[in-house]
């Protein structure tokens, strides 16, 4: 504690206040300057993603000792209550009905992508324990569980693993470097790809002519739910997230302690199972999916999961000023081995998709739905049809829901093979 005060006495600011304002207009330069249609952010923007900067700015903000991320409370509190909120705010929007009309390809390219990502890690945690040891040795397992969460899921289920997981802040940071590089990379294949599709469909033998069909589905659906929210819709969404969220907590504490009181030979901790924040996150999620069947769903029409992301970029950078930005660069070897996770991953989709004749669509669209989450599925989406962003979002909000179930399972076989 004493330490804490120390560091936080040398940050230039460490009055939490200021630098939650601070944070804020980080993120709204970021947005402003992704959202430019022409000059120089569009370029800047059309190279680094402004996910990155999300965390990247807030790290040299640690870095350089304007803040002290550890010293703050700002990351305590956008975990124990942005972050289960944004999970049921994404999970709530969830219409099941709508992504099963999708078709049964879709979502088996889906299922495929997510397959993909869990069997990727593994794949290449052995491989790299051959052509590198030193960099799956220790601690690194931990940090695959955060890529796994952002792959499977969106950035609230990568930062639900960082503390299921207990992973170091400076690891996590390396793990965000490789994640949104290497996912970048892989969006931009897909983007390639798109531009060929009618070819790519004639060697997978697809027939696309539902695709015509599910584009006038989903138009008719948002035109008829979309609306411009009201005070009362805002804050019955507020009222959502956090009613829920309180819930999880509520519901966590005596859960936890019933576990704790089983035999401790049944060894529950080696699975996070007596950890609070994973049961409080597990019941946001499932929450979220549960109060999606409910009239509680048109709240999505107001952007229920507009305001999640806004809590989610808050979340974003409260661990982005935890970071020590030299660190991202001390292991390169990490970034070869998400590039083979990452070909494992479209290996399975390549062959799947032959084997059922899926289209390019269902197959570019399930993986970026796992990869990129609802940020950038629509944008592989759209290079198809302006049309068909939503069916990116439809799926993509499907990875949120899957994404803390999927990435504690990678977690706990990482773990085995790591030794633990």
């Known amino acids: 504690m004493a330490a804490a ?26 947005f402003w300057g992704a959202s430019r249609s022409s000059g120089f952010w569009k370029k ?4 680094v993603p402004a996910l990155l900067m999300c965390y990247l700015l807030p790290a040299i903000w640690n870095s ?7 010293a703050s409370g700002l990351y305590p509190m956008a975990r124990d209550y942005l972050l289960p909120s944004s999970l ?15 078709g049964p390809k879709a979502l088996i390219m889906f299922a495929t992508g997510t397959i993909g990502v869990m069997l990727g890690a593994a794949v290449a945690f052995l491989a790299m324990g051959v052509i590198h040891p030193e960099t799956v040795a220790g ?21 639900a693993m960082k503390e299921v997981f207990e992973i170091d802040s400076n690891l996590f940071g390396q793990f965000i470097a490789v994640d949104v590089v290497v996912a970048n990379v892989w969006m931009a294949v897909l983007l390639f790809l798109a531009a060929r599709s009618q070819a790519f469909d004639r060697w997978t033998g697809a027939d696309t002519r539902a695709i015509d069909d599910l584009k006038h589905r989903i138009e008719a659906y948002h035109a008829e739910h979309a609306r411009n929210p009201s005070l009362t819709d805002l804050m019955l969404i507020l009222a959502t997230g956090l009613g829920a969220t309180g819930l999880a907590h509520l519901l966590a504490a005596p859960l936890v302690g019933w576990i704790k009181s089983l035999p401790a030979e049944w060894k529950l901790a080696d699975y996070s199972l007596t950890s609070g924040f994973f049961w409080m996150v597990l019941l946001a999620t499932t929450l979220g999916l549960l109060l ?5 769903r048109t709240l999505e029409g107001a952007g229920a999961s507009k305001i999640g992301s806004v809590m989610l970029y808050v979340l974003v950078a409260t661990i982005g000023m935890q970071m020590d930005i030299g660190a991202l660069l001390e292991r390169p070897w990490l970034f070869v081995l998400g590039l083979i996770w990452i070909a494992v991953h479209a290996g399975l989709l390549l062959l799947v998709a032959k084997l059922i004749h899926a289209p390019l669509f269902f197959m570019a669209v399930g993986s970026q739905a796992n ?30 829901a899957l994404g803390t179930y ?3 399972m990678t977690g706990q076989m990482l773990r085995l093979l790591a030794g633990g």
Do not use: K
């Not at 994404?90 to 009905?97: K, T």
């Not at 601690?139 to 930062?159: C, D, K, L, P, Y």
């Open 88 to 102: 049921v705010l994404f999970c709530v929007a969830i219409d099941l009905g709508a992504i099963l009309r999708l």
């Open 5 to 30: 005060v120390e560091s936080a006495n040398q940050a230039l600011i460490s009055n939490d206040a200021v630098v939650m304002g601070l944070l804020a207009v980080t993120l709204g330069f970021v």
């Open 44 to 47: 800047f923007y059309a190279v």
């Open 139 to 159: 601690e690194t397992w931990r940090g695959m569980t955060a890529v796994a969460g952002s792959w499977i899921g969106g950035g609230a289920n990568q930062a």
């Open 371 to 400: 990869i990129g989450g609802a940020a950038s599925a629509p944008i592989v989406a759209t290079a198809f049809h302006p049309g068909l962003a939503s069916v990116g979002v439809l799926l993509a909000v499907l990875g949120y």
């Open 292 to 296: 999606s069947f409910t009239r509680a």
């Open 406 to 408: 999927g990435a504690y």
């Open 64 to 70: 350089i000792g304007l803040i002290d991320g550890h």
